[in-house]
């Protein structure tokens, strides 16, 4: 039965758990309501205790609604994290800190960390198993976007091999733009040292880079960033260009004499084999270490599965409060309506067929409730992602997933096992007395 299960597809798998989770609140219906038909009267009492009713739907819809935003949107950061992190096969950088080193080259978070030699970068460059073996060098920006210095063969291998608009850099002082750069090709930009409040937008106001092209959206911080040569950010710091005295090309090769260093080098390999390779050779290095930022994330998703785990007990304790009011709600709404169901029973009506009606209008409203709190919780994910995006430039696409639907699915059969008890509460009380009032 093992080996059955493992054998079918993700989505067969995820369908037939939402159905065993759906079973128990589609067998109690059934077994309730076979052979009658309470819709009419149940249609009567949500008319008849509209307001009570809508508050209960709106206290499920809430409910529901927070649990299925905060799950969404922790899958969606995720996803949004390693779609980021697709284009670098590996990082090298100087040894230290892996995670500061990722945030620096992957996610263009501002950091202060070591420079890599030109001895070191050409090892790496020259390997064999290295495709592109980039470097990277920060530390300006304009109007808040960063200006990265790289390479031609990075800077396609970004765009997928083709330009949006517009051409590549011919020399020096040009640029592409990012999709969300809010730039346009002719522009001129005047860059400023460092980044956010503390930029110094006159340390190298002599300077000028006009922009030549724009690179496609890549989902990723590179989308709001500048890419320059790496030569401009070497020049414009009075650092020497990388080349020997006499060389006027840009980009690879580079003279190592002439190297004047660079946080972080994306290597690209032509295969998983050659990329282990890679790793292997210059990770633990005395000057470098080497990751595959995949790895990194790793780490880092096991933090923040602490913080999933927090939030998924946060939503199920809430979700248990909720059942509780509900239960509690539901035996209040019986009293209102016993008047109602002590004729029913004196005109001679079927045990079975009032626990339907009472069975029946609570699952009305707890699955109405559920219903919303769907739309409710894409819409919380929606903007709890749009909010985070646009601190971290990460784009995230937030929606109800199987994990979602599951929760949700639970929720309903459990809430409506318990919503036996009021209906079965119903049927104990004295005909008599309920008629009296």
């Known amino acids: 039965m093992t080996d059955l299960w493992f054998s079918l597809p993700a989505f067969a798998q995820d369908l037939l758990i939402l159905v065993a989770?759906?079973?128990?609140?589609?067998?109690?219906?059934?077994?309730?309501?076979?052979?009658?038909?309470?819709?009419?009267?149940?249609?009567?009492?949500?008319?008849?205790?509209?307001?009570?009713?809508?508050?209960?739907?709106?206290?499920?819809?809430?409910?529901?609604?927070?649990?299925?935003?905060?799950?969404?949107?922790?899958?969606?950061?995720?996803?949004?994290?390693?779609?980021?992190?697709?284009?670098?096969?590996?990082?090298?950088?100087?040894?230290?800190s892996d995670i500061t080193a990722l945030l620096a080259a992957v996610y263009l978070q501002p950091s202060d960390i070591g420079l890599i030699g030109g001895e070191a970068y050409d090892r790496v460059a020259s390997h064999p198993r290295a495709e592109i073996a980039a470097p990277l060098a920060f530390g300006d920006s304009f109007k808040g976007a960063p200006i990265v210095g790289t390479t031609e063969d990075f800077a396609l291998y970004l765009a997928d091999g083709a330009l949006a608009e517009g051409r590549m850099w011919e020399d020096v002082p040009e640029a592409l733009a990012g999709a969300r750069s809010g730039l346009a090709i002719g522009d001129i930009i005047v860059p400023s040292h460092g980044h956010g409040a503390a930029a110094d937008s006159e340390a190298h106001a002599a300077v000028e880079i006009v922009v030549t092209g724009l690179l496609p959206p890549s989902g990723s911080p590179w989308d709001t960033a500048i890419l320059v040569p790496v030569e401009q950010v070497w020049e414009t710091h009075g650092l020497v260009n990388g080349h020997a005295i006499g060389e006027t090309h840009l980009g690879p090769p580079f003279d190592p004499a002439s190297f004047p260093g660079t946080p972080a080098i994306v290597v690209h390999a032509a295969d998983l084999a050659s990329a282990y390779g890679l790793r292997q050779t210059f990770d633990n290095q005395d000057e470098t270490m080497a990751f595959f930022p995949g790895a990194v994330l790793t780490r880092l998703y096991a933090i923040m599965g602490d913080v999933r785990q927090a939030m998924s007990l946060m939503a199920v304790t809430t979700q248990a409060l909720v059942a509780a009011s509900i239960l509690l709600g539901l035996f209040i709404l019986s009293r209102l309506f016993r008047r109602q169901v002590a004729l029913l029973r004196a005109l001679g009506a079927p045990s079975r067929f009032i626990l339907a009606v009472v069975w029946c209008f609570g699952a009305a409203l707890i699955l109405a409730g559920a219903l919303i709190g769907l739309a409710l919780g894409v819409g919380a994910a929606q903007v709890l992602s749009a909010i985070v995006a646009a601190r971290t430039d990460?784009?995230?696409?937030?929606?109800?997933g199987w994990p979602e639907l599951h929760l949700v699915a639970g929720f309903l059969s459990l809430v409506s096992l318990v919503a036996l008890l009021p209906a079965w509460a119903v049927l104990r009380q004295p005909i008599a007395a309920s008629l009296r009032g």
Request: with cysteine; hydrophobic share 60%.
């Open 21 to 96: 989770l759906l079973l128990p609140a589609i067998l109690t219906g059934a077994v309730l309501c076979v052979g009658f038909a309470p819709g009419p009267l149940v249609r009567a009492m949500i008319g008849r205790f509209r307001w009570v009713s809508l508050a209960f739907v709106l206290l499920i819809a809430v409910s529901v609604g927070m649990g299925t935003g905060l799950t969404s949107q922790e899958r969606s950061l995720r996803t949004g994290l390693a779609a980021a992190a697709d284009k670098f096969d590996i990082i090298v950088a100087r040894p230290g």
């Open 394 to 400: 990460v784009a995230m696409a937030a929606g109800i």
